[in-house]
């Protein structure tokens, strides 16, 4: 094993140490949301005490406060994941804002009849919906790329989709439910021959990786934070400056605006230009509190840990005879979902939690995906790294227990 001290880890989750049902927590839910580690509870806090305040426009001391936390945590951002610029990271309440965002302000203005947008077979639906939306608009065409029985992308069919009519991508990084990591660095670099610009959900890629958008070359990519031990409400739209300052802005109201008359507005600059109202202040603060936790950490290390709790889970699931591990990919992170043969998953998550393991049932807002499986729902455990091989364990035997009340 990779050498990560995982007790050291979980005595940052205050959430970790409680009982459910009688039973130590087990928590398995993570590419749901995440926990919160105690640096960003206590800065939550200590906005909330003694810095609350609108932000912006006040020139009093409190809003001033507030407005330089908040920038602070824009600029975290932007280190984070090593933008150009600040302006480019833009503060959405989380990747479905930040894909509806795009779809709007760029694909409305720059999508037309009979163009062609490409997304994947095992996209959240939110990276599909607002696509088509947009399609039914503009009376474009939505191309998805097909799958194997593994549950990975055939990147040769991708290759062939591109063409001249080809208007924009929308992938994403690691599948929310099957946990497979897509090459989307070669995809980009696919639809660049043609000029055509990439989005990357990088939900949960962000947590689970380490993100470079100026390696990566996207033109935008888009994540929550309350899947990288943040609050909800916190999340992150980058886009290439270039690209965002053409765009339409996708929310009007205050703080977006320069000028406003009854005959015209003109809009604010970047990032302004996409934060119509008041943001989501102590949830970005947030944000910017989980990167420093993040950043205090060994990346490399904590990946590799949560690598091998993958697989070790596979291992130990994959040995239970009835159990189906659905997505098999070569290249995985964080996720295993499976099914049980003649066992609901909610009946599955059900006996779970009442073992204290939480674990999530149901089509995990993918059912393409589970269309293509053939199955209704599956069961997914999804890892931290404060998560144990110990953990692990429990979670197999507690499937065993599933398979004997049903038997």
Known sequence: MSNWD??????????????VNGNPLVYLDNAASSQVPNIVIERGSEYLKNEHSNIHRGVHY????????????????????????????IFVRGCTEGINLVAYGYGRKFIGEGDEIIISAMEHHANIVPWQMLAEEKDCILRVIPMNQRGELIIDEYEAMLNERTKFVSIVHISNALGTLNPVKQMIESAHKFGVPVLVDAAQSVPHSIIDVQDLDCDFLTFSGHKMFAPTGSGVLYGKQELLETMNPFMGGGDMIRTVTFEKTTYAGLPSKFEAGTPAIASNIG???????????????????????????????SAIEGVRIIGTAREKASVVSFTIENVHPHDIGTILDQQGIAVRAGHHCAQPVMQFFQVPATARASFAFYNTREEVDVLADAVQKVIEVFA
């Not at 990946?303 to 709790?309: G, K």
């Open 6 to 19: 995982v007790e050291k880890i979980r005595r940052d989750f205050p959430v970790l140490s409680q009982k």
């Open 287 to 317: 944000l910017g509190a989980a990167i420093d936790y993040l950043n205090s950490i060994d990346r490399q290390s904590a990946i590799a840990y949560e690598h091998e709790l993958v697989e070790y889970a596979t291992e130990k699931l």
């Open 62 to 89: 409190l809003s001033q406060k507030a407005t330089t936390a908040y920038e602070g945590a824009r600029e975290k951002v932007k280190r984070f994941i090593n933008a150009k610029d600040v302006k480019e990271c």
